[in-house]
């Protein structure tokens, strides 16, 4: 089983480039599938994530290659309408965004059936408003066996309300309503980056949306979409969580590939906290010289603060002077990484969907566990501003979504490596030690 080792106590310097958006990507790839004609998709995050969701989508029958590492090449026109298309692999249920092919081959084909979604176990994430958007364009849903059926004669356009913020049906009900009859209209939709570039990747197509980015998106049905050229936007997580790797480890980090307006929540709670945040047109750098100071963090759904960085910033915190306290409204069950940082030394309270953080001097390494993505990738940010070696099991979770992560880190001057065995770890040891 693979882990990471790392010797912490390493001030990070230096220049990162951040990958193509994963939670973009995933929609995209999925919407590929609305065209017969070829569709060229740049900035591709290599992740496992994007890898298992390609693997399906050239189960089904398309024809998927990669052009280079960061480029995919998706024809659909090969997948058999026979009625009958399901995606049901033991890969596909490990990750979250497979949901996307249900919108997909409902607004293509009429007919999809397809395992219900994995992902992180980061708290309850229903699909019951995707089945509700479903529903009102025309659709018959039912849940069987771990899996979901969607069917209809036809999609018409509706108007859908969101009765909660959310990303994944809001980009699920856009995928079925381009190709649906009439005009779609979502409201309280999501606004996130990433609903923004999948209806900037569909409008390339020949779709018709307006609204992306604000909480009404309207839709208005074409017969036919087409093949085309697209970049994925870079990925404000990852370059968030390098912010706050720079900032921990009290370093000076430039990170390439960024849209700085996207990074704008994270950048404010870093400079309220005493960190440096320098933006250029597609760069930000990040300095940290010296303990930090307590702030107070509640997640919100886009332009608020993320809470795909809610864990990194309390590692951050938790070295920080004073007390700061964050309340997640997203997930209820994100704390989870908090009994491994305390074996670091950390002192945090949970209480209800609050933390309480009081910030220590420094962390001690440890041995620890990666509870899910994000939680990962802040324990490793925890290890690398502790003093001595830790490990970390379970990074399957953080290769889901952080590409070449290690090797990122080690160009920054950290020590971390991927391991096998405890043989392994005790000769990275003896190497750094």
Do not use: W
């Not at 009900?173 to 990433?194: D, Y």
């Amino acid at each position: 089983m693979e882990k990471y080792v790392i010797k912490g106590g390493r001030r990070l310097e230096g220049e990162v480039t951040i990958a193509g958006a994963k939670n973009a990507a995933l929609g995209i790839l999925a919407a590929a599938i609305l065209t017969d004609d070829e569709c060229i998709i740049e900035n591709v995050p290599y992740v496992e994530d994007t890898k298992v969701l390609l693997k399906a989508i050239e189960n089904l029958g398309a024809t998927v290659k990669y052009i280079d590492t960061h480029t995919v090449s998706i024809c659909a026109g090969t997948i058999r309408d026979d009625g009958y298309l399901e995606v049901e692999d033991e890969y596909i249920r490990k990750i979250r965004a497979s949901y996307y092919l249900l919108g997909s081959l409902l607004g293509k084909y009429n007919y999809a059936k397809v395992a219900l979604p994995g992902g992180c176990e980061i708290g309850l994430r229903p699909i019951d408003q995707h089945i509700k958007g479903f529903k009102a364009l025309g659709a018959d849903v039912d849940i069987v066996d771990s899996s979901v059926y969607a069917r209809a004669q036809k999609l018409a356009g509706n108007h859908v309300y969101m009765d909660v913020v959310t990303v994944g049906a809001t980009i699920n009900i856009m995928l079925a309503a381009v190709l649906a009859e009439g005009k779609t209209t979502i409201e309280n939709a999501a606004k996130e980056p990433h609903i923004v570039d999948v209806a900037n990747f569909l409008n390339s197509m020949g779709a018709n949306i307006k609204g992306a980015g604000t909480d009404v998106i309207r839709i208005r049905g074409v017969q036919k979409l087409k093949g085309t050229e697209y970049s994925i936007i870079p990925d404000q997580i990852e370059a968030g969580t390098f912010m706050a790797m720079a900032a921990a480890t009290n370093g000076n980090v430039l990170i390439r590939n960024v849209i700085p307006k996207h990074l704008e929540a994270i950048s404010s709670k870093l400079t309220e906290m005493g960190a440096t945040v320098i933006e250029y047109d597609d760069a930000v750098r990040v300095m940290a010289d010296g303990r930090l100071k307590s702030t107070q963090i509640k997640t919100l759904p886009y332009p608020g603060f993320p809470t795909d960085m809610q864990p990194q910033m309390a590692v951050t915190l938790a070295l920080s002077q004073g007390t700061s306290v964050i309340i997640e409204s997203i997930f209820e069950n994100r704390f989870k990484y908090v009994g491994e940082l305390a074996r670091m030394g950390a002192k945090i309270r949970v209480e209800g969907n609050s933390a309480i953080i009081t910030g220590v001097e420094q962390y001690t390494g440890a041995n620890m566990v990666a509870p899910d993505l994000r939680a990962g990738a802040a324990l490793v940010i925890a290890a690398l501003a502790a003093t001595g070696f830790s490990t970390l099991d379970d990074i399957k979770y953080i290769l889901r979504g952080y590409e070449n992560f290690d090797g990122k880190i080690r160009d920054l001057g950290g020590l971390i490596e991927v391991v096998d065995t405890d043989k392994d770890v005790q000769k990275f040891k003896l190497r750094v030690g």
